[in-house]
């Protein structure tokens, strides 16, 4: 008989990278971790270990859990540590292991940019906007299993795989996209926001047809951009409401009635009621493009000429609301309207106003002067 002692301890360690923060917001990776372990019946034994007793992968533990029968087991893991990732096996005193890991992170990445937030993996969408929402590098899973994706807020256009793309809800609410890897469960938050009114507008007049002078009118070309601009509303179909004008004083109450030829609420052909009480309708659907500008060459704030006569000073406004829709959705209100002012005076200097921008012309120019 012989009386040794022998001590022999591999230890393996993985460091999961990024950094230390926790938020459901920010990226979450799961690991897939592989392991074997092969029991090694003589003490004398020197390396290469024998591999003499295949140890069953259900009786081996890595980082506190089993492997599965396919000798994968599946962890959520915090970014920036350090992790213990060496195979455990109760009541075994010699044996020898492989271990091994890989890191894939759920991710996501809008299909558009946003105006100020050109971020494409930010969690703000506006609605309807598509995701895509993936894990990085792709996950292959043992046969029959793969990748099972859930949602809700919205849609998505594959339920298993390493991939899918997420529609964001035609309404503003909080959504979740869930992939499931086994027992392992992660989660991307977004925020869905409507389109709540127009941000700003940039002007010109440059691209506006010209008056010939002695005529009265004023007229600017408007570029208005949807809000919220951190958002893209590229399936957006907005509507300026048709109403009544307000405020009807002076020179537009005494000389009715008013045609299309100059008085439009969309800067085209809107109908003018001819009894002189009303002053433009709109009603007109108009695509939102990517940046949230409004389809090209949709609004110019227009007046003119004007043949009534005699001149005097006189006023009124379009109090427009604004509705939404995507394709042949529901309609909806825009929380935020906005207005268009007109105004003249006995000279026939005529002034306009939307968007926060002035165009005023003189009867001895041909276009008048925007800010």
């Known amino acids: 008989s012989e009386t040794y002692e022998r001590t022999a301890q591999t230890v ?124 990085d590098p792709p996950l292959t899973m043992t046969f029959p299993e793969s990748p099972a994706w859930y949602v809700s807020g919205g849609g998505i256009d594959a339920t298993t795989g390493s991939t899918t793309t997420f529609t964001a809800a035609s309404n503003a609410c909080f959504a979740k996209v869930t992939v499931n890897v086994r027992d392992v469960w992660l989660n991307k938050n977004f925020t869905v926001l409507e389109p709540s009114g127009v941000d700003h507008a940039d002007v010109t007049n440059t691209d506006l047809k010209p008056f010939i002078s002695g005529q009265v009118g004023a007229g600017m070309h408007l570029h208005p951009y949807m809000a919220p601009t951190s958002v893209s509303f590229y399936r957006v179909q907005c509507e300026e409401v048709g109403e009544d004008a307000t405020n009807v004083t002076g020179y537009f109450t005494n000389n009715p009635p008013f045609t299309t030829d100059w008085l439009s609420h969309r800067g085209s052909t809107a109908p003018v009621y001819s009894d002189g009480k009303h002053h433009g309708k709109g009603d007109d659907w108009f695509q939102i493009q990517e940046n949230n500008l409004w389809q090209e060459g949709w609004d110019n704030a227009n007046a003119g000429p004007l043949t009534y006569s005699p001149l005097q000073n006189g006023g009124f406004t379009w109090d427009i609301p604004g509705k939404w829709k995507i394709d042949s959705g529901p309609t909806n209100n825009i929380a935020n309207g906005w207005d268009q002012k007109f105004t003249i005076d006995s000279s026939g200097t005529m002034t306009i106003t939307k968007f926060g921008h002035t165009v005023t012309r003189h009867t001895n120019e041909t276009t008048g002067t925007v800010n």
């Open 12 to 135: 393996w360690h993985v460091q999961t990278g990024g950094k230390a923060l926790t938020s459901v917001w920010l990226p979450q990776s799961v690991f897939q971790i592989s392991g074997a372990a092969w029991e090694v019946a003589s003490k004398r034994a020197t390396p290469a270990l024998p591999h003499d007793r295949t140890i069953p992968p259900q009786n081996i533990q890595i980082n506190g859990k089993a492997l599965g029968s396919d000798n994968i087991m599946y962890q959520k893991l915090p970014d920036n540590a350090d992790i213990d990732v060496t195979p455990y096996v109760a009541g075994k005193d010699f044996y020898t292991f492989y271990v091994g890991a890989s890191k894939h992170t759920l991710t996501s990445y809008t299909l558009h940019p946003a105006l100020t937030d050109t971020n494409r993996t930010r969690l703000q969408v506006g609605v309807g906007e598509e995701v895509s929402v993936y894990l």
